[in-house]
């Protein structure tokens, strides 16, 4: 399996922790999204990827698949265990509903393409970011106090936790405060005592800078 990356991209960072949670091996390719324009936006990257977006996961067999949650969700069902999606109906819907507040409720709106939008209609893109991640981050702070688990949903890592640690690091290049999500903070510390998260660590990706 080839996954086509950024180092510092959140999404592909969500993908690289499940690989590795899995074990699953497989060979990294970076894609610079703003070197000369973004090599995104290349015609052999489209041909994998007509969103030009990253990541993308390029099978064996030729098939590519794109959107971070769909590659998890297929990782997860060639590699059942450990599993990203927990055993419980209603514990499994509250992973997805707190990956989809990351996934759907703010990585898009901070996304680089829409900040270059921004930047084009002459408005201040960090505060417009910022402005989305503190509030979605909130949103998902008050949803994790519920529990005192270690993850954001029980004794093991989870697909909320995959978008959640991703997702804080670039709430600190927005200039979040952090100080009012105490227990995402304690949750991110736990994940990064684990190897899967930290060889997933955007400062630890070949193409860092
Ligand atoms: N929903 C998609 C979002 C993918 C996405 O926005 N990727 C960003 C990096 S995290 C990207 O490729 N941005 C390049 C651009 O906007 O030109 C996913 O989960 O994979």
């Given at each position: 399996m080839k996954l086509y990356g950024y180092w510092r991209s959140s999404c592909s960072w969500r993908v690289r922790i499940a690989l590795n949670l899995k074990e699953l091996e497989y060979t990294y390719v970076p894609v610079h999204l703003v070197k000369n324009g973004g090599e995104q936006h290349s015609p052999s990257y489209l041909a994998k990827n007509p969103q030009g977006q990253v990541p993308t996961l390029e099978l064996a067999s030729g098939v590519s698949l794109a959107q971070s949650i769909a590659i998890i969700e297929f990782i997860e069902e060639i590699k059942?265990?450990?599993?990203?999606?927990?055993?419980?109906r209603l514990e499994r819907a509250r992973a997805r509903q707190m990956a989809q507040i990351v996934n759907a409720g703010i990585q898009p709106l901070q996304n680089l393409s829409i900040l270059q939008h921004i930047e084009r209609l002459g408005q201040d893109k960090l505060d417009w970011g910022q402005h989305y991640i503190q509030k979605g981050l909130e949103d998902l702070n008050t949803l994790a106090i519920q529990s005192s688990t270690p993850f954001l949903i029980g004794s093991y890592p989870t697909v909320a936790d995959l978008c959640l640690v991703p997702q804080l690091y670039n709430a600190r290049r927005f200039k979040?405060?952090?100080?009012?999500v105490p227990r995402l903070l304690e949750i991110e510390h736990n994940c990064a005592q684990l190897e899967a998260f930290i060889n997933a660590h955007p400062d630890n990706q070949p193409d860092a800078q």
């Open positions: 059942p265990n450990p599993s990203l999606f927990p055993a419980d979040c405060n952090l100080e009012s």
